[in-house]
């Protein structure tokens, strides 16, 4: 009897660790700098260049041969396995690694100085209508 063996597609590898990990197509993407269509297309492709590959590494927090070896199979049995709840044995891409990526708080206070740079701007405006048309009055 024939076994088929799984190609090592690293695109897969690359969703399921990032799954893993808790981070959105998006963020991978940001971090990368490219698009989300463009993660989109990595994580469907078979074959991944090696320094494309180390670059979603690092971001990933995990090696280039962790992407490579990763296995959905052995990761179920390490953490069977090994897993005590020490992280004792829980391997560089187990789910004893849940943590943000970034500091909500950070995302917060971006946010917020966007929307008063945005307040500003509008205030702005306002007030050079309110100068203008008082210059308009002025001349009548």
């Known amino acids: 009897m ?20 808790g981070m959105k197509q ?12 463009a993660v989109s ?16 590494a690092k971001v990933l927090g995990v090696t280039k041969e962790s992407i490579e070896n990763f296995s959905e199979e052995r990761l179920i049995y390490n953490i069977q396995n090994n897993y005590d709840g020490s992280n004792k044995g829980a391997s560089s891409v187990s789910v004893s690694n849940f943590n943000c ?4 708080l950070d995302k917060l206070l971006e946010a917020h100085e966007e929307n008063k740079k945005l307040y500003e701007r509008l205030l702005q405006a306002e007030q050079d209508k309110i100068t203008y048309l008082e210059k308009l009055l002025k001349e009548k």
């Open 101 to 104: 990526t970034f500091n909500p």
């Open 41 to 56: 297309n990595l994580e469907q492709s078979e074959k991944i260049e090696d320094d494309k590959l180390e670059q979603i």
């Open 26 to 37: 998006e963020t991978l993407a940001e971090e990368l700098g490219i698009s989300q269509q």
């Open 2 to 21: 024939e076994t088929a063996t799984k190609p090592n597609h690293i695109g897969r590898k690359i969703s399921r660790i990032r799954e893993l990990r």
